[in-house]
């Protein structure tokens, strides 16, 4: 059975910084591309940060350039996405996503995990 389980979520201030990470198991990592997505309220659900099945590229949004950062770790089966400098405006439920043949936003989706970042 495909998992792909979130966690790290959580309430921050501005400016503060959680670590999120998706733990995948059912299917081969390794060969997946691995993307963020999130769900703002009011908003639709949008590309965040994705990394090639190789680790060797990734692509963020405009909106988190030099603040996020995704990784990955084949031999954990997990990919994490680092949040700093977080604003109000990152409020949303983070969505871990893989995607087959380096496609994003197909694929295998998790459930999610509410970062809520508010003083």
């Known amino acids: 059975q495909v998992q792909l389980i979130e966690s790290g979520g959580g309430l921050v201030q501005p400016g503060g910084s959680l670590r999120l990470s998706c733990e995948a198991s059912?299917?081969?990592?390794?060969?997946?591309?691995m993307s963020w997505y999130r769900r703002a309220p009011g908003k639709e659900r949008v590309l965040v940060a994705a990394i090639t099945s190789a680790g060797g590229s990734t692509n963020y949004a405009d909106s988190v350039k030099g603040r996020f950062a995704i990784t990955r770790d084949d031999d954990k089966n997990t990919v994490y996405l680092q949040m700093n400098g977080l604003e109000a405006e990152d409020t949303a439920v983070y969505c871990c996503n893989a995607g087959p043949r380096g496609l994003y936003g197909v694929g295998y989706w998790g459930k999610g995990t509410l970062v809520t970042v508010s003083s």
């Open positions: 059912g299917f081969t990592f390794s060969k997946y591309a």
